[in-house]
């Protein structure tokens, strides 16, 4: 008989790796420090394209195993040739993706399976704050919502929305961050 090796995957989550990660983690905090980085180089008029190529997790540097593109643009009533997704639909696929795997990753280190999970995001903006048309309106998102529809035990649906709270870029979204801009003549 061959020796196989076992590996336990739950909602497709790689929960030996994962553990790993958790111990490492409790034992030494430190690691927990971690920086994402992106390059974005304006083409023209709205477009712009982003690159991702590395980032620091775990004390270390990684290199993706390929180079990531996404372009930014906008729709021609906002100036744009509608080339590619805008910056807020972005925003609104971050959140998505970001939710689905906390909800998806923490259900699995609790035993909870997930047969399928999608949603739909919407967020409403006033276009008039964005254009600096009316000062009082907000620039960006006045709400978002979040509707996911999941096959699982119907005792884990609440606890699924919970897990998604998980979040980064929700906990960013909901709690705000600083964020610094300069600009600097090249």
Not at 31 to 49: A, E, M, P, Q, V
Not at 123 to 139: E, N
Not at 145 to 166: G, H, I, P, S, Y
Not at 175 to 182: A, F, L, P, R, Y
Request: glycine share 8%; aromatic share 6%.
């Amino acid at each position: 008989m061959t020796a196989q090796t076992i590996t336990k995957v739950t909602n497709g989550i790689h929960l030996e790796e994962l553990e790993k990660t958790l111990e490492a983690l409790k034992n030494n905090p430190q690691l927990g420090k971690s920086r994402f980085y992106i390059h974005n180089l304006w083409i023209d008029g709205c477009l712009n394209t982003t690159g991702i190529t590395h980032f620091y997790c775990a004390g270390e540097y990684h290199a993706h195993p390929q180079a990531f593109r996404l372009g930014a643009d906008e729709p021609p009533s906002l100036g744009g040739d509608e080339t590619a997704p805008n910056p807020v639909e972005h925003l609104l696929n971050a959140l998505a993706g970001c939710v689905t795997t906390a909800m998806v990753a923490h259900a699995a280190v609790r035993g909870i399976k997930i047969r399928q999970l999608e949603s739909e995001i919407e967020g409403d903006i006033d276009l008039r704050g964005f254009l600096g048309l009316a000062p009082d309106v907000p620039k960006g998102f006045s709400a978002i919502r979040v509707r996911f529809k999941v096959d699982t035990d119907e005792k884990d649906t609440e606890k699924l929305k919970q897990l998604a709270q998980f979040s980064p870029v929700y906990n960013t979204l909901i709690n705000g961050t600083s964020v610094d801009i300069q600009v600097v003549r090249k």
